[in-house]
């Protein structure tokens, strides 16, 4: 695994630091990842246990969010960080807090499976859970590349999560205009659909943040903040 690109120091504690940090971020990452899983998985199989056990996560992702902005504030005055070293820490302090939200997210999506399989009458409709799941396939998919980007400074791979966040922007407006025609078809499915709605927009707004992690991954490689170039 490579190094992020700090600047290498004299004092070795200060390497050991960084990368402590950088290592808390991916253990925070990976345990959003899990979380969105499952909460997927809930949704997709109506695993009311699963998906409380989703919720139940989300302590230790805030957690683990407070563990390292204590140790960037250590940092900051111990060490009183420039150039790269400055560019990394600010790219997990507004990393940490996306992470953090995509997890509020993810919370979101199972507190909505635990509603469904509490409320639903009958069968869900099978099409709109197939459409929630392809682009809640896509959200993951999106998450997971923006986790690896941190891991590995990538700045073409960075660029293509970005890319990548744009066709998945057209999937989620598709699927917006594709559930009102159920709607429109049997008024017994405006209660699901509505479900389904929220769903897609908590997923939506994970790929938003998503996008913001290999944002600040470019910032910290080139340090160039390129949010503002994004249509």
């Given at each position: 695994?490579?190094?992020?690109p700090?600047?290498?120091?004299?004092?070795?504690?200060?390497?050991?630091?960084l990368?402590?940090?950088?290592?808390n971020?991916?253990?925070?990452?990976?345990?959003?990842v899990?979380l969105l899983?499952?909460?997927?998985?809930?949704?997709?199989?109506?695993?009311?246990?699963?998906?409380?056990?989703a919720?139940?996560?989300?302590?230790?992702?805030?957690?683990?969010?407070?563990?390292?902005?204590?140790?960037?504030?250590?940092?900051?005055?111990?060490?009183?960080?420039?150039?790269?070293?400055?560019?990394?820490v600010?790219?997990?302090?507004?990393?940490?807090?996306?992470?953090?939200?995509?997890?509020?997210?993810?919370?979101r999506?199972?507190?909505?499976?635990?509603?469904l399989?509490?409320?639903e009458?009958g069968?869900?409709?099978?099409?709109?859970?197939?459409?929630?799941?392809?682009?809640?396939?896509?959200?993951m998919?999106?998450?997971?590349?923006?986790?690896e980007?941190?891991?590995?400074?990538d700045e073409?791979?960075?660029?293509?999560?970005?890319?990548?966040h744009?066709?998945?922007?057209?999937?989620?407006?598709?699927?917006?205009?594709h559930?009102?025609?159920?709607?429109?078809?049997?008024?017994?499915?405006?209660?699901?659909?509505?479900?389904?709605?929220?769903?897609i927009?908590?997923?939506e707004?994970?790929g938003?943040h998503?996008?913001?992690?290999?944002?600040?991954?470019?910032?910290?490689?080139?340090?160039?903040d390129i949010?503002?170039q994004?249509?």
């Amino acid at each position: 695994m490579d190094r992020p690109p700090t600047e290498g120091h004299i004092i070795r504690r200060y390497d050991g630091e960084l990368d402590h940090l950088r290592l808390n971020v991916l253990e925070m990452g990976g345990l959003v990842v899990n979380l969105l899983g499952n909460a997927l998985i809930a949704l997709k199989t109506q695993d009311e246990d699963l998906a409380h056990q989703a919720v139940a996560m989300d302590y230790e992702v805030d957690q683990l969010e407070v563990d390292v902005d204590q140790e960037i504030a250590k940092i900051i005055a111990k060490r009183c960080p420039v150039s790269s070293d400055l560019r990394m820490v600010m790219a997990v302090s507004k990393s940490v807090s996306d992470l953090e939200r995509i997890g509020d997210e993810a919370v979101r999506i199972a507190g909505l499976a635990i509603q469904l399989i509490e409320n639903e009458g009958g069968e869900p409709n099978s099409q709109m859970l197939r459409d929630v799941n392809r682009i809640g396939d896509m959200a993951m998919s999106g998450l997971r590349s923006a986790i690896e980007v941190f891991d590995i400074w990538d700045e073409e791979k960075a660029l293509q999560v970005i890319e990548n966040h744009k066709a998945m922007e057209e999937e989620f407006q598709a699927d917006l205009r594709h559930l009102l025609t159920y709607i429109l078809e049997d008024y017994r499915n405006i209660g699901f659909a509505i479900s389904v709605v929220l769903v897609i927009k908590a997923l939506e707004r994970i790929g938003h943040h998503a996008q913001n992690l290999a944002e600040y991954a470019v910032f910290q490689v080139c340090g160039e903040d390129i949010r503002s170039q994004q249509p």
